[in-house]
């Protein structure tokens, strides 16, 4: 058995923008309940329910994958990384060159302390989108 719960911003002012009508609260009492019956049914009967949270990462909450991950691991649930590929508004990929190099360094830092397994759905589009920016070169 296992739980997947999606979180998309531990910042109330982030998560309100994404989540129109959204309950950051909420959300996060939820998650914390889920951690503490993990706990509970682990000492009940030694086993656990494998949970995961997810961030879906876009224009509006990439700058805070730190502080989610960093959540994550205070109620000690999995982190799961997800790339928004579209739509092209919210989309990483829509984003300058500049600032998607600078997701790119934020995101290697990050996987330097997580892992492939959380790091590397964003930081794989990211870097290939400006090797295949670099590789057409300027337009002439």
């Known amino acids: 058995r296992w739980f997947m719960l999606s979180l998309d911003s531990v910042v ?6 994404i989540r129109k009508g959204g309950n950051l609260a909420r959300v996060l009492e939820t998650i914390e309940g889920l ?3 993990r706990i509970q049914r682990r000492a009940q009967t030694g086993h656990d329910v494998d949970c995961l949270i ?3 990462v876009q224009k509006d909450n990439w700058r805070e994958m730190e502080k989610f991950l960093e959540y994550c691991s205070s109620v000690g649930i ?6 928004a590929y579209g739509p092209a508004g919210v989309s990483l990929l829509m984003l300058s060159q500049q600032e998607r190099s600078e997701i790119r360094d934020y995101a290697a830092r990050l996987h330097a302390r997580y892992g492939a397994f959380v790091m590397d759905p964003i930081l794989k589009p990211i870097s290939d ?8 070169g300027p337009a002439l």
């Open 54 to 56: 997810s961030m879906c």
């Open 35 to 37: 951690a503490e019956f």
């Open 129 to 136: 989108s400006l090797r295949e920016e670099f590789a057409d």
């Open 78 to 83: 999995r982190a799961q990384m997800q790339f």
């Open 12 to 17: 109330p002012n982030t998560y309100a923008k």
